[in-house]
């Protein structure tokens, strides 16, 4: 069951984001988005110290697991994030958000001329393909 | 392989921390500093949950060199250990962790509750279930 999913850029502002099965209603969404930005933030410098061996900071981390959602994380090298939010049982969906990025986000939203840099996404020609591809997951 | 080991108490600060593999020194102050890190964003986690009701924080994070098993007692202690990334059982071995603390440190009379842990039972006891589990 997936939850959410985000998409960050690489300032931090949340570019896309889209709830299936949410069950909680959140207060403040943008302020929600800045505290998991923020989170990760910190989760990755906690990553690399705590780290025994050297390790990527940008692909080393795959996943954080709690007791109601499973958090999988996907940084391409131009700083872009895809993060969704699960139930704790699905396998590793690393694989997914990095087919999203190469044949979504790369073909409709970097390709787009007419798709500002630094501005949220709001093309159908983007949106529409994503569901179909976790509609089977769900 | 188990790298670290460590012991947080309800207010997260760190009172027990060691390591067993040949894992790279920090200062001090460093794992404290990671100490306190990994319990705000323990809070942060379990804020975070997109299920209404109540969710734990972090109870493992996976990464390409380690896993990082937690597990918080109803009185709000944390344990967490830092393994090789298909290290298995890691559960059973903090639930095995948790008994050694309830046996050798509470049950100690010198011991002074939330504070460092300075337990020579308990670190004997300790090294004894770990070398059972990597052997």
């Known amino acids: 069951m997936i939850y959410n999913i985000y998409i960050f850029n690489k300032d931090g502002l949340c570019v896309y984001y889209e709830e299936w099965n949410k069950r909680k209603q ?72 990095k087919k999203i990025y190469s044949s979504i986000f790369v073909e409709y939203v970097v390709k787009n001329p007419i798709y500002q840099l630094k501005s949220t996404i709001k093309f159908y020609a983007f949106v529409n393909p994503i569901k179909p591809n976790f509609k089977q997951k769900t | 392989m188990i790298y670290s080991l460590y012991i947080l108490n309800k207010a997260g600060t760190l009172i027990y921390q060691n390591d067993y593999g040949p894992t790279e020194k920090l200062s001090h102050n460093s794992y404290i500093r990671l100490g306190s890190t990994f319990h705000s964003l323990h809070a942060i986690a379990s804020n975070l949950s997109p299920v209404s009701g109540s969710s734990s924080g972090i109870e493992l994070i996976e990464t390409d060199t380690f896993k990082l098993q ?66």
């Open chain 1, 26 to 97: 959140s207060v403040n969404l943008a302020e929600d988005q800045k505290l998991l930005f923020g989170m990760l933030y910190s989760l990755k410098a906690f990553i690399s110290t705590s780290s025994p061996k050297p390790i990527d900071p940008k692909t080393g981390f795959h996943c954080f697991k709690t007791s109601t959602y499973k958090l999988h994380y996907y940084e391409t090298l131009s700083c872009i994030k895809f993060i969704i939010l699960t139930d704790p049982n699905t396998p590793d969906l690393r694989e997914d958000l």
């Open chain 2, 70 to 135: 937690c597990f918080q007692t109803h009185t709000g202690i944390k344990f967490y250990i830092i393994a090789d990334p298909n290290h298995p059982g890691l559960e059973e071995i903090l639930h095995g962790i948790y008994e050694l603390y309830t046996d050798y440190v509470l049950k100690n009379p010198f011991y002074e509750i939330e504070m460092q842990i300075r337990c020579d039972l308990f670190d004997y006891k300790l090294s004894r279930l770990l070398k059972l589990t990597t052997d």
